[in-house]
């Protein structure tokens, strides 16, 4: 893929205006890692999956920690984009055999 079908593909996937926009940035992990669980504070987060994952064992899952302390895996498919309250305890977890990249944007409440 290219950079500019990159920015084409999540444009047309977010539906909020520009200027509500807090942050946006690309989050790279590789095999090795082990993300802490966090929180992005008072914003709606959206995160993209640009990644083709081939198996489900490859792994990739954003996990939602939620009040009752039970959790909530979202698996990592190509082109899936996720919403959630960014006040919503998460972390994501590495692929087994590559990077794990997601493109994360955050928008004011």
């Known amino acids: 893929f290219t950079l500019k079908s990159l920015q084409n593909k999540i444009q047309s996937k977010f539906f909020m205006l520009e200027k509500n926009i807090e942050r946006s940035y690309v989050n790279m992990f590789e095999p090795s890692d082990q993300p802490y669980y966090h929180s992005d504070g008072n914003v709606w987060t959206f995160l ?3 990644c083709e994952v081939h198996h ?12 009752d302390g039970t959790m909530q895996g979202v698996p990592y ?22 990077n794990r990249y997601t493109v994360a944007v955050k928008f004011r409440k």
């Open 77 to 98: 498919t190509k082109d899936r984009l996720i919403k959630f309250d960014g006040n919503i305890m998460h972390k994501a977890t590495s692929f087994r055999t590559k």
């Open 56 to 67: 489900i064992d490859e792994g990739g899952e954003t996990i939602f920690l939620h009040d």
């Open 48 to 50: 993209y999956y640009p």
